[in-house]
């Protein structure tokens, strides 16, 4: 026998990648909207030099050997940039896959005389081309993932806001849900800028949440001590009739915290706390 | 006689799904026509107890059954998780009982917000909760 797989194909490489490319730009998943051909071209051409140089009879059986590094490492780029432009995972599948195809059709002609090579080289390349799209799914998944992180982060960090309603006076509307880890990054906002402001007063707004269960009542209890320790006041607002129904059958005790149904009149009880007077000006008849 | 309308199933592994799972419930709610408060406890309830089987037992399934009864529509939450059970239900039903550092007002102040509550668990294999909110209850 004595034929070296790995020669066989690194002399058809020229072949290979042309079947290669025909499949890819005859397949019906082919984007050209988001890659052009040539571009599609030379990062085929590449990824396909590197994985025939990094290959030998020797480490083709094992899939998981070290030599392999530089084409999961393309890979990975490869498939991390096809899901940030918004490739489906079909499409990228299809990418690895149409190589299978190429690479064994190539075996298919070259060695046509010895059936049980051929099974043998057949099995061995298919199985290194399936690690290596479970290498690009992996990445692929990872990529997306890592957009939806950076959205999550982005929301989060949108959705505190500590804003200054009067000089003295914060308020802090919470939209969504308050679970410790929201809890945590409302809390410091919120007390680094009492200090930064020297407010004496603290209004956290709850019309935004939906539900308010043990744990929401205890972060904004939890909440509210932290801000009398830097002594300041807290009040809540925005209490709607089917929270405060729900929190009494709940059990929860908000008793001894100043709690208003709309920011209006948290506010109006701030002005009082801070002996302001708002009032109307008595407009001043002119003429004569 | 209860006859059970709608069937769905929901795994809860995540902080991040007691939202998801919570808006699931709304939906239903809503489609029932269930009035504002009953949805608002409802879903108290409902994210009470699934922080309680993301706490005690890194999570577990969640059934959501729309239910009718005569002329009276509700939905029924079953919560089974595998965790490490409850020893003395008696207790946990009490008010201010509480293993973790929580308030301890979880269970029975979600008995308190619904119109049936059941709970069943062995030490070792894992706690059910189900719980009944009517349309008009």
Sequence with gaps: ?288 | MKIVLNKDRMLIEREQDVILFRNRVKEYAVKIGMSLVNQTKLITAASELVRNMLKYANGGMVLIEVLSQGRDSGIRLVFTDKGPGIKDIALAMKDGYSTGKSLGIGLPGTKRLVNEFDIKSTVGEGTTVSIIKWKNG
């Design chain 1, 1 to 288: 026998m004595g034929t070296d797989i790995a020669k066989l194909l690194q002399k058809k490489q020229k072949r290979i990648l042309e079947n290669w490319m025909t499949t890819q730009l005859s397949n019906i998943s082919l984007r050209e909207d988001l890659m052009s051909n040539d571009e599609l071209r030379e990062q085929s051409a590449e990824f396909l030099d590197t994985l025939l140089k990094v290959l030998t009879e020797k480490n083709l059986g094992n899939v998981e050997s070290s030599d392999f590094e530089p084409v999961h490492e393309l890979l990975a780029g490869i498939s991390l940039s096809r899901a940030k432009q918004g490739f489906t995972p079909a499409e990228t599948g299809v990418y690895i896959f149409s190589l299978k195809e190429a690479l064994l059709t190539s075996l298919q002609t070259d060695i046509k005389e010895d059936p049980a090579f051929l099974l043998d080289a057949v099995i061995r390349i298919s199985r290194l081309m399936d690690y290596l799209c479970i290498t690009a799914f992996e990445t692929f998944i990872k990529g997306r993932e890592e957009v939806i992180l950076r959205q999550t982060d982005e929301i989060a960090e949108i959705s505190t806001p500590v804003i200054r309603v009067w000089d003295g006076i914060l308020a802090l509307p919470i939209i969504g849900t308050l679970d410790s880890a929201r809890t945590q990054v409302v809390m410091e906002s919120l007390l680094q800028e009492i200090v930064a402001s020297s407010s004496t007063i603290a209004i956290l707004d709850i019309s935004g949440v939906a539900a308010v269960d043990s744990l929401v009542a205890q972060h904004l209890i939890k909440t509210v001590a932290a801000t009398r320790l830097m002594g300041a006041e807290c009040i809540i607002s925005g209490i709607r009739p089917e929270i405060a129904q729900t929190v009494v059958h709940l059990g929860i005790d908000l008793s001894n915290i100043i709690t208003k149904a709309t920011l209006a009149s948290a506010l109006k009880q701030a002005f009082t706390m801070l002996k302001l007077n708002v009032k109307k000006v008595e407009t001043i008849k002119s003429g004569i």
